[in-house]
């Protein structure tokens, strides 16, 4: 949905609020606190959309409970911040947000990290068909050492760049994170948390850790140093994205620290399962709110 769309559709807090009730409830809402249906809005005042549960004594309204739990920023400006993120082919850095949406950085980066929180809570997972797993390193380009004898611009396996493991569905959807372990331990490990590896097919370059994958599912390696295609044997998938991956974090995140690069990741796989989803916006609400 785009920004104009966004702003017809919801014009104002109170718009915000009867949509967000209506993806959260239906029909029914429900005290997010016990559960029961037995439940009053609030005499109209100055909050609106304020509820009371008759069955536990407390109140809340549609936000108790999810990133905008509290907020003081109008819903209308989460809704636009929303709408600029996932449609933004790279990322958005929050000094790029705050002025577009005419707001402090803090709070710009305070909406930004609670959005790729709620992305990263709805990762794609389960992956199945054939898998493609790689590892990738993205981060602060390493200074030039002009020492004698030390290492000119190491790029890859052992530099200090941070390491990222991803799966990529071919044709389908990515779960990648910032890697802690790439032992055949640590891949398996990820591997079996992301893949329904019984009915899956891995293809993987010859990095050796995922070796220890073979006696657990279907293994098919590409040797890079020979060929990168080898008729249905390649990881062009996992390629893709990570170059949408470092496309996206070098075009916006250079003077950014390492601290970001989890949710960057998660973002960048919940825009990737999303690519073809015309209807980004509203999965996204569903996504916190259903
Ligand atoms: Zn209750």
């Given at each position: 949905?785009?920004?104009?769309?966004i702003?017809?559709?919801?014009?104002?807090q109170?718009?915000c609020?009867?949509?967000l009730?209506?993806v959260?409830?239906?029909?029914?809402?429900?005290?997010?606190?016990?559960?029961?249906?037995?439940?009053?809005?609030?005499?109209?005042?100055?909050r609106?959309?304020?509820?009371?549960?008759?069955s536990?004594?407390?109140?809340?309204n549609?936000?108790s409970?999810?990133i905008m739990?509290?907020?003081k920023?109008?819903?209308?400006?989460?809704f636009?911040a929303?709408?600029?993120i996932?449609n933004?082919?790279?990322?958005?850095?929050?000094?790029?947000?705050?002025?577009?949406?005419?707001?402090?950085?803090?709070a710009?980066?305070?909406?930004?990290t609670?959005?790729?929180?709620a992305?990263?809570?709805?990762?794609?997972t389960?992956l199945?068909?054939?898998?493609?797993?790689?590892?990738?390193?993205?981060?602060?380009?390493?200074?030039?050492?002009n020492?004698?004898?030390?290492?000119?611009?190491p790029?890859?396996?052992?530099?200090r760049?941070?390491?990222?493991?991803?799966?990529?569905?071919?044709?389908?959807?990515a779960?990648?994170k910032?890697?802690?372990d790439?032992?055949?331990?640590?891949?398996?490990?990820?591997?079996?948390?992301v893949?329904?590896?019984?009915?899956?097919?891995?293809?993987?370059?010859?990095f050796?850790?995922?070796r220890s994958?073979?006696?657990?599912?279907?293994h098919?390696?590409?040797?890079?140093?020979r060929?990168?295609v080898?008729?249905?044997?390649?990881t062009?998938?996992a390629?893709?994205?990570w170059?949408?991956?470092?496309?996206?974090?070098?075009?916006?995140?250079?003077h950014y620290?390492?601290?970001?690069?989890?949710?960057?990741?998660?973002?960048?796989c919940?825009?990737?399962n999303?690519?073809?989803d015309?209807?980004?916006?509203?999965?996204?609400?569903?996504?916190?709110?259903?």
């Open positions: 949905m785009n920004l104009i769309t702003c017809n559709r919801f014009p104002t109170h718009d609020i009867l949509h009730e209506s959260r409830w239906g029909d029914t809402p429900r005290c997010p606190h016990c559960d029961s249906e037995d439940v009053a809005r609030k005499a109209e005042n100055q609106v959309g304020r509820w009371n549960c008759h536990c004594k407390s109140s809340f549609v936000l409970g999810t739990q509290k907020t920023i109008d819903l209308q400006k989460w636009l929303i709408g600029l996932v933004a082919k790279k990322s958005l850095s929050s000094y790029q947000l705050s002025r577009d949406l005419d707001m402090r950085q803090g710009a980066w305070y909406m930004q609670r959005i790729r929180q992305m990263d809570e709805n990762q794609a389960w199945s068909g054939i898998i493609e797993a790689d590892e990738t390193y993205v981060g602060p380009k390493p200074r030039k050492n020492r004698k004898g030390g290492p000119k611009n790029t890859g396996r052992g530099t760049k941070t390491p990222v493991i991803g799966a990529v569905e071919r044709k389908g959807r779960f990648a910032v890697a802690t790439l032992s055949g331990r640590g891949i398996r490990c990820f591997l079996e948390s893949v329904d590896v019984e009915h899956s097919h891995l293809m993987t370059d010859e050796r850790s995922y994958m073979d006696d657990l599912m279907q098919d390696v590409v040797d890079h140093s060929q990168y080898d008729g249905s044997v390649h062009n998938s390629e893709g994205f170059s949408l991956l470092k496309r996206a974090w070098y075009g916006s995140h250079h620290s390492k601290d970001f690069m989890p949710l960057f990741v998660a973002e960048a919940w825009k990737y999303h690519r073809k015309a209807r980004a916006f509203d999965s996204f609400l569903a996504g916190v709110f259903a």
